[in-house]
C-alpha cells in the first residue's frame, strides 16, 4: 500500500509564496509520473503540475511562471513551489502518484489566498 502525505498548506494573502511537499511511503523513482491537482469548491478536479520519473515537467497555463514542480529521489518527496499566489489558486492540493498499474492520491492539503 503506497501512501503519500501533503503539507505545507494555509491561508496567505494574494503574492505570497507556499512550498508543498508530498512524502511517499515507496521510492519514488519507481513512479512513471508524479503530480499536483487540485479541486476547487464546485469545481472539477484539474492538473496543476506533473513531473516524470525523467525529469521532464508540464504546467497548467495558468500556473506557468508561477510554480515550479520537483522531486526529491533521496528524501522520496515531490514538492510545488507556489509563487506569486492569485485568489484563484485556492483549493484543495493533491499529490499523485502513477506506476505501471495503480494511481496513488494523498489526502489533499487546503491552500487559501486572500485578496
Known amino acids: 500500500q503506497v501512501q503519500l502525505v501533503e503539507s505545507g498548506g494555509g491561508l496567505v494573502q494574494a503574492g505570497a509564496s507556499l512550498r508543498l511537499s508530498c512524502a511517499a511511503s515507496r521510492i519514488i523513482s519507481m513512479f512513471n509520473v508524479m503530480g499536483w491537482y487540485r479541486q476547487a469548491p464546485g469545481k472539477q478536479r484539474e492538473t496543476v503540475a506533473t513531473?516524470?520519473?525523467?525529469?521532464?515537467?508540464n504546467y497548467a497555463d495558468s500556473v506557468k511562471g508561477r510554480f515550479t514542480i520537483s522531486r526529491d529521489n533521496a528524501k522520496n518527496t515531490v514538492y510545488l513551489q507556489m509563487n506569486s499566489l492569485k485568489p484563484e489558486d485556492t483549493a484543495v492540493y493533491y499529490c499523485?502518484?502513477?506506476?505501471?498499474?495503480?494511481?496513488?492520491w494523498g489526502q489533499g492539503t487546503q491552500v487559501t489566498v486572500s485578496s
Open positions: 513531473i516524470t520519473s525523467g525529469g521532464t515537467t
Open positions: 499523485n502518484a502513477l506506476d505501471l498499474i495503480f494511481g496513488y
